[in-house]
Nanobody
Framework: QVQLVESGGGLVQAGGSLRLSCAAS????????MGWYRQAPGKQRELVAT????????IYAEPVKGRFIISKDNAKNTVYLQMNSLKPEDTAVYYC?????????WGQGTQVTVSS
């Protein structure tokens, strides 16, 4: 049915960059927003960034403002997260989320590790 395929995670040095991608397939109608969340060891899952269906409204968590950029391709039902100037505290499992007005879908999560 609905599947979210993530890619782009990995291990980088502090100050480096990564670009995450999440492509949705299946019957997802009337997408309202797409976003990224992350969960560090022993911590609750938290918002990283989200973007509205029209692409005009974005929300970023304070720790990533000015460093991360969320974007999307409506035709491909794909959301991206460009992560720049990465810090060790960005280390977490990153999860893609795509939501319609009635349903929410999650990716499997991809590990991002930033070394000092």
């Amino acid at each position: 049915q609905v599947q979210l395929v993530e890619s782009g995670g990995g291990l980088v040095q502090a100050g480096g960059s990564l670009r995450l991608s999440c492509a949705a397939s299946g019957s997802i109608f009337s997408i309202n927003r797409m976003g990224w969340y992350r969960q560090a060891p022993g911590k609750q899952r938290e918002l990283v960034a989200t973007i509205s269906s029209g692409g005009s409204t974005t929300i970023y968590a304070e720790p990533v403002k000015g460093r991360f950029i969320i974007s999307k391709d409506n035709a491909k039902n794909t959301v991206y997260l460009q992560m720049n100037s990465l810090k060790p505290e960005d280390t977490a499992v990153y999860y893609c989320n795509i939501a319609s007005l009635t349903s929410s879908y999650w990716g499997q999560g991809t590990q991002v590790t930033v070394s000092s």
